[in-house]
C-alpha cells in the first residue's frame, strides 16, 4: 500500500515515510512541551493527565482536520510525533493498558473511525502495551461536547458510558486516550465508571489540552 500510496506529511503534504517530515516535525516541537499534571482535586477521577500541546495554532487545525473533515490518516501524523519523546514513552510504558475513550454507534457510521482508538492503538503497538477496546462503551448518542458550555457538557455526558468484562482490567493501571481535554468532564465520567472496578490507576492522555 505504501508503494502505490506514499505516505506524507499530514501537515506539508510532502512524502514523508513516517507521516510527518523533518521540517513539520520541528514546527511541532516548537509549539509542544510534554506536561504530566497530577490531580489533587476530589472532583476528578484519574490520577494524572498527560499531554503535549495548548488546543490553539497549527495542533488545533490538525486535531479539526483529523476528527471531522474525514483525515483518519493524520493519526499517524501525531502518533509518531509522541512516541519520539522518549519521556512520554517511558511513561505510558508504566500502565499495564491503553484504551480509547469510545464513540457511539451511529456517531462511528457518520466518521466512519474512532479518532482516540486510532493513536492509541497506533501506541499500544510501537509502545508494546495492551489495548482494550471491549470493555469501555458508549450506549448513548449525545450533543457533540464541542457545542456546550462547561455545565452543559458535564450534564449530557452523564450516564452515557457503560462497563462490561470487568475482570480484564480489574487491578489493572489504565491510561485511556482521548484527543483534547477542554472541561475534562467526557473523561472524567469514563474514569468515574472504570474507576469501579478497582483499577490500582488511571490516568488520561489528550494531544492537546484547551
Not at 490518516?73 to 501525531?78: D, E, F, G, H
Amino acid at each position: 500500500m505504501d508503494v502505490l500510496f506514499p505516505q506524507v506529511c499530514g501537515i506539508c503534504g510532502k512524502l514523508s515515510g513516517n507521516s510527518l517530515c523533518k521540517k513539520c516535525e520541528i514546527l511541532l516541537e516548537r509549539q509542544s512541551k510534554f506536561e504530566i499534571y497530577e490531580n489533587d482535586s476530589l472532583e476528578n477521577y484519574f490520577h494524572e493527565h498527560l499531554y503535549f500541546f495548548k488546543y490553539d495554532g497549527i495542533i488545533r487545525k490538525i486535531i479539526l482536520n483529523y476528527k471531522f473533515n474525514d483525515k483518519a490518516y493524520l493519526y499517524r501524523t501525531i502518533s509518531n510525533f509522541l512516541i519520539k519523546n522518549k519521556e512520554f514513552c517511558e511513561k505510558v510504558k508504566s500502565y499495564d493498558i491503553i484504551m480509547p475513550v469510545p464513540i457511539s454507534k451511529k456517531r462511528f457510521k457518520e466518521r466512519g473511525y474512532n479518532q482516540s482508538l486510532l493513536i492509541a492503538k497506533y501506541i499500544a503497538q510501537n509502545l508494546k502495551i495492551d489495548l482494550e477496546n471491549n470493555c469501555l462503551y458508549k450506549h448513548k448518542n449525545i450533543i457533540e461536547q464541542s457545542k456546550l458550555n462547561k455545565e452543559d457538557r458535564i450534564e449530557n455526558i452523564k450516564g452515557v458510558y457503560s462497563i462490561k468484562n470487568e475482570e480484564k482490567i480489574k487491578n489493572k493501571k489504565i491510561l485511556l486516550v482521548d484527543d483534547i481535554y477542554t472541561t475534562g468532564s467526557t473523561v472524567n465520567e469514563c474514569c468515574k465508571i472504570l474507576i469501579k472496578t478497582s483499577l490500582n490507576k488511571i490516568g488520561v492522555l489528550t494531544i492537546a489540552k484547551d
